[in-house]
T-cell receptor, first 115, second 114 residues
Framework: AQSVAQPEDQVNVAEGNPLTVKCTYS??????LFWYVQYPNRGLQFLLKYITGDNLVKGSYGFEAEFNKSQTSFHLKKPSALVSDSALYFCAVRDMGSGYSTLTFGKGTMLLVSP | DTGVSQDPRHKITKRGQNVTFRCDPI?????LYWYRQTLGQGPEFLTYFQNEAQLEKSRLLSDRFSAERPKGSFSTLEIQRTEQGDSAMYLCASSLTAENEKLFFGSGTQLSVL
């Protein structure tokens, strides 16, 4: 089965500093990887995805993610954090069932950006 | 695009009661998913519809859980004889295609079973 792991429950960063939220994956075949963000009292929102091609994927709100096949990682990054980036971030992998596909999510990482 | 809407936002019930949640997906989306999210965990896939056909239901947590999408538009998730362990956030998502896997999520229904 496909799976992702987010090793950090929480990441703290000061506003203006770069941030990284870590994700590693375990898949059979080619990985289809995603990042979603969940703000309080809001539904999960799509940030970006890696299907194939360039290892650096750019997404919404200035976020990007780096796919590293040798390390089986897909870390989320942003050069300069904003207080408004504080939220719960989920890494996900496409999981193929018999005739359908869905997403399997990690447990999430809370990002706290301090002023 | 009015987004995915879920109703109610919160539901408090007593153990043993039945509950039903509704999800209205984005209108042109033919794929609809139900997930469950507990505190400190990521969303856990429950079931999936393509139009009105329920193509995957083996991941529903028990036979007390059932879902319908009778006309290929809105969907309902029912839990019969609720237990305290059913307390969680129930999320609905929809998408236009499977390959894209850009899911649009509703805000969820928070269930508390007393």
């Amino acid at each position: 089965a496909q799976s992702v792991a987010q090793p950090e429950d929480q990441v703290n960063v000061a506003e203006g500093n770069p941030l990284t939220v870590k994700c590693t994956y375990s898949v059979s075949g080619n990985p289809y990887l995603f990042w979603y963000v969940q703000y309080p009292n809001r539904g999960l929102q799509f940030l970006l995805k890696y299907i194939t091609g360039d290892n650096l994927v750019k997404g919404s709100y200035g976020f990007e993610a780096e796919f590293n096949k040798s390390q089986t990682s897909f870390h989320l990054k942003k050069p300069s954090a904003l207080v408004s980036d504080s939220a719960l971030y989920f890494c996900a992998v496409r999981d193929m069932g018999s005739g359908y596909s869905t997403l399997t999510f990690g447990k999430g990482t809370m990002l706290l950006v301090s002023p | 695009d009015t987004g995915v809407s879920q109703d109610p936002r919160h539901k408090i019930t007593k153990r043993g009661q039945n509950v039903t949640f509704r999800c209205d997906p984005i209108s042109e989306h033919n794929r609809l998913y139900w997930y469950r999210q507990t505190l400190g965990q990521g969303p856990e896939f429950l079931t999936y519809f393509q139009n009105e056909a329920q193509l995957e239901k083996s991941r529903l947590l028990s036979d007390r859980f059932s879902a319908e999408r009778p006309k290929g538009s809105f969907s309902t998730l029912e839990i019969q004889r609720t237990e305290q362990g059913d307390s969680a956030m129930y999320l609905c998502a929809s998408s236009l295609t499977a390959e894209n896997e850009k899911l649009f999520f509703g805000s969820g229904t928070q269930l508390s079973v007393l």
